[in-house]
C-alpha cells in the first residue's frame, strides 16, 4: 500500500488514507471512523490494523471520499517519534566529503571516518514537511544544500533486533530530502556537535507516500534520482550503501525503536557542497527526489 497523511483542501480536515488508481482514498471517512485518523495509531496497531487499512481501500469504488492531487494538501506520512540520520553510509559520499575545499571543512578529518559500526545523529520530527511543501531559507545561512536518502520506518516496537530479524520490523520505505545548512552545520562539526545546521523548520521533506514493503521486490536496490529545477544532480541506488537496511535497523535497536520511527540510508554524492564552484539554493528552486517504488518528493524554495 502507499499510505499516506492529507489535509482535504476543501474541508481543511486532516485524515490517513491510501493512494490507488491516481486518487487518494480517505480512509477514516470509508471505514465509518473504524480507522483511526492518525498514522502512527494506525501503526501501532500491527498487521491487523494494516490489514483493516487494506481491507477498506479495497473495497472502494473510487467515486465515493476519493480526491485528486489537486485536492489534498499532502502531509508528512507518518510522523516520527524520532528521525535516526545515518552519517556517511555511501562510500562515495564520504569519498565525495573529503575534496571539500571549503575552509571551515578542511579539519574535520573525514578520511579518518570508521565503519566499525553505523554513526549518525538525531534530527528533530517537528522539521518534517509533506511533498509540495515550500520551505523558507533560514535566516542565519547562506549555504541551503539537498541530500537525497531512503527512509526506514519502523512499524513494532523493538529493541536488540538481529540483523536476520530486522526487516520484520521495518513497516515500509519513504523518501527523506535532507536539506542541509551547511556553514552551520561546518560550524557545529567543528565543536562535535550537530543539531541546526540539519533541523531547522523544514528540513525534512518526507513523503509523499509510506510505502508498505509488500510493493517492493528488493529494498536494498531502488534507484535513487534528485533533481534541482530539472537538472539531475544525485544520481544512485540504495546498493550503494556501506551499511544495508536490515543492518542500519539492527546497528540503531540498540536503543528501543518504535512504530513510526525513522532510519535514514544516508545520502549518495552529488550535493552542491561537493561542487568545484558551489551555488546555493536560493528562493524560487524546486528538489525532486525520485526513488524507485517509493514516487516523488517535491519541495520548494522560498
Not at 477514516?28 to 501503526?43: I, K, N, Q, R, T
Not at 509523499?208 to 535513487?224: A, G, H, I, R
Amino acid at each position: 500500500m502507499k499510505l499516506a497523511t492529507f489535509k482535504i483542501r476543501e474541508s481543511g480536515r486532516e485524515t490517513i488514507g491510501v493512494f490507488q488508481n491516481g486518487s487518494y482514498l480517505d480512509i477514516v471517512a470509508l471505514s465509518g471512523g473504524a480507522v483511526p485518523a492518525s498514522m502512527p495509531e494506525v501503526l501501532r496497531g500491527g498487521a491487523g490494523a494494516l490489514q483493516q487499512v487494506a481491507d477498506v481501500a479495497a473495497a472502494a469504488d473510487g467515486s465515493e471520499h476519493a480526491y485528486t492531487e489537486d485536492e489534498v494538501e499532502l502531509q508528512v506520512p507518518v510522523r516520527p517519534g524520532k528521525i535516526i540520520h545515518t552519517s556517511c553510509n555511501f562510500d562515495a559520499h564520504l569519498d565525495e566529503l573529503t575534496t571539500w575545499k571549503a575552509p571551515e571543512w578542511q579539519e574535520h578529518g573525514w578520511g579518518d571516518f570508521h565503519f566499525e559500526h553505523p554513526t549518525g545523529f538525531l534530527e528533530a520530527p517537528s522539521c518534517g514537511v509533506g511533498s509540495g511543501a515550500t520551505i523558507e531559507i533560514p535566516r542565519f545561512t547562506k549555504q541551503l544544500d539537498y541530500e537525497i536518502e531512503v527512509a526506514i520506518v519502523i512499524g513494532t516496537t523493538c529493541k536488540n533486533v538481529t540483523v536476520e530479524e530486522a526487516m520484520d520490523k521495518v513497516v515500509g520505505l519513504m523518501i527523506f530530502n535532507d536539506v542541509s545548512a551547511r556553514d552551520i552545520q561546518a560550524r557545529e562539526h567543528a565543536n562535535n556537535v550537530i543539531l541546526l545546521g540539519k533541523s531547522f523548520d523544514g528540513s525534512c521533506p518526507l513523503g509523499p507516500w509510506l510505502v508498505t514493503l509488500d510493493e517492493l521486490d528488493d529494498p536494498n536496490d531502488l534507484e535513487m534520482k534528485m533533481y534541482l529545477n530539472g537538472e539531475l544532480r544525485q544520481d544512485s541506488s540504495t546498493k550503494n550503501t556501506h551499511y544495508n537496511i536490515a543492518e542500519l535497523v539492527s546497528w540503531w535497536s540498540h536503543m528501543t525503536l518504535e512504530p513510526g520511527d525513522v532510519i535514514t540510508t544516508g545520502s549518495p554524492p552529488g550535493v552542491i557542497s561537493g561542487m568545484k564552484d558551489p551555488q546555493w539554493m536560493k528562493s524560487g528552486d524546486v528538489m525532486e527526489c525520485r526513488v524507485q517504488g517509493l514516487g516523488n518528493l517535491v519541495t520548494r524554495v522560498a
